[in-house]
């Protein structure tokens, strides 16, 4: 089944469409209650207004007033006028309330709002005479290119009493500064509204597909050293029609762009950038279709460090004797944890796993013996580098060894 939208107020987020209508639907605009036509200062489009109680089919039957407007005999119609974008052009509208009903239960002074619930008054080029329900009262308005598109009449002592007042302009609506002017025509199914031009502060705005914006959901590997290595990407909406996605590195403390020496398009879901990043830090990732359709990671996906390096020598640590200390230890830069991944440590012997000291006092060795361990440091970003050494126990030697 067909529908109608009313559309009030469209709010666009970042890197969004607005989508208007279901599928098979058309976008249409449907007329107001009464259309005015164009007024001059001198012989201005007049209303008469007059106030009498509301009845169940009124917009706002059961809110505010028990009262309602009634604009040439209609009950609180939305009133089409005309306008023009071009301030050269403008019109006048007079509301005309010397009906001595506009001055029932207090007066009913009609002015114009920003919205139905009177929280901003519109006064730019309105005029007001006299006192409502008295001879010659009347509140005036010019439209020119600078009146809103949708401003309301309703009384300044009493809610909800009116309806709107529209200028279609060109059908220009202002949003938090930002005016789009919609199509003239109407939209097919699943069609969305894009920007087509900007012109004077003005976007025009244009039925066509929806877009597809890629997205970046995770990495792999996610730590990297300086040199070149392929990172693969996993998301969506990656395309390849010809030429594949540019892929860009950003560090995430100097904002440096790092581009991928090449990128490879496996699916829409997968691709693989090869890097040579030669500073440490994190990154953001961000694709870019060919399309000119991109999108950034939501975090630092990324970290560039080198991986710890061993300035201990690989090989014997040196001898201690039965029972004697033992104190050796074992280094490797960037590492920020040791551990034994295999082999046994002399017995009483233990490996300090942050600073890599091995201490203790031999126990258990009945004959001479060399012992033989792989050590394992990793830094922070668990990057991890491997190295085997031994110590050798002697039965009949005296003293302890040490090797720095």
Not at 6 to 29: F, H, L, R, W
Not at 100 to 106: F, L, R, T
Request: charge should be negative.
């Amino acid at each position: 089944m067909s529908s109608i939208l009313k559309v009030n107020t469209i709010v666009p987020e970042s890197g969004s469409t607005i989508t208007i209508g279901e599928s098979g639907d058309v976008i249409k605009n449907t007329g107001p209650a009464i259309t005015a036509t164009q007024g001059t200062s001198s012989n201005p489009i007049t209303f008469t207004v007059t106030v009498a109680a509301k009845t169940s089919g009124n917009v706002y039957n059961g809110a505010g007033s028990s009262n309602a407007y009634f604009i040439n005999g209609v009950e609180a119609p939305a009133i089409l006028i005309e306008g023009n974008e071009s301030s050269s052009y403008e019109y006048y509208y007079r509301f005309d309330q010397s009906d001595a009903s506009n001055g029932n239960g207090g007066g009913h002074p009609l002015r114009f709002y920003l919205d139905a619930a009177k929280t901003t008054a519109f006064t730019t080029n309105v005029t007001t005479n006299g006192t409502p329900g008295q001879a010659g009262a009347y509140t005036q308005i010019k439209v020119g290119g600078y009146t809103p598109h949708v401003l309301y009449y309703q009384c300044s002592s009493h809610g909800l009493m009116g309806n709107k007042l529209i200028n279609p302009a060109t059908k220009t609506f202002n949003l938090s500064g930002a005016a789009l002017t919609l199509p003239t025509g109407t939209g097919t199914a699943n069609q969305v509204l894009k920007i087509s031009s900007v012109s004077s502060g003005v976007s025009t705005l244009t039925f066509g597909d929806p877009v597809t914006f890629p997205t970046i959901s995770s990495i792999s590997p996610s730590v990297l050293e300086n040199t070149a290595t392929n990172v693969v990407i996993t998301g969506t909406n990656f395309k390849d029609s010809s030429t594949p996605p540019t892929v860009d590195a950003i560090n995430s403390s100097s904002g440096a762009i790092v581009t991928a020496n090449s990128v490879t398009f496996t699916s829409a879901t997968s691709i693989t950038a090869n890097f040579t990043l030669p500073v440490d830090g994190t990154y953001f990732l961000r694709v870019e279709n060919s399309d000119g359709l991109a999108a950034r990671s939501a975090s630092a996906l990324l970290t560039v460090s080198d991986a710890p390096a061993w300035t201990t020598a690989a090989g014997s640590l040196g001898t201690v004797s039965n029972g004697g200390t033992i104190n050796f230890t074992v280094a490797a830069t960037n590492a920020t944890t040791f551990g034994v991944q295999s082999g046994a440590l002399p017995g009483g012997a233990s490996l300090n796993t942050s600073t890599g000291a091995i201490t203790g006092t031999e126990s258990g060795s009945t004959q001479t013996t060399t012992y033989t361990f792989t050590i394992r440091a990793t830094d922070a970003e668990g990057q991890t580098a491997d190295r085997q050494f031994t110590i050798t126990v002697s039965h009949g030697a005296s003293g302890g060894g040490q090797f720095n």
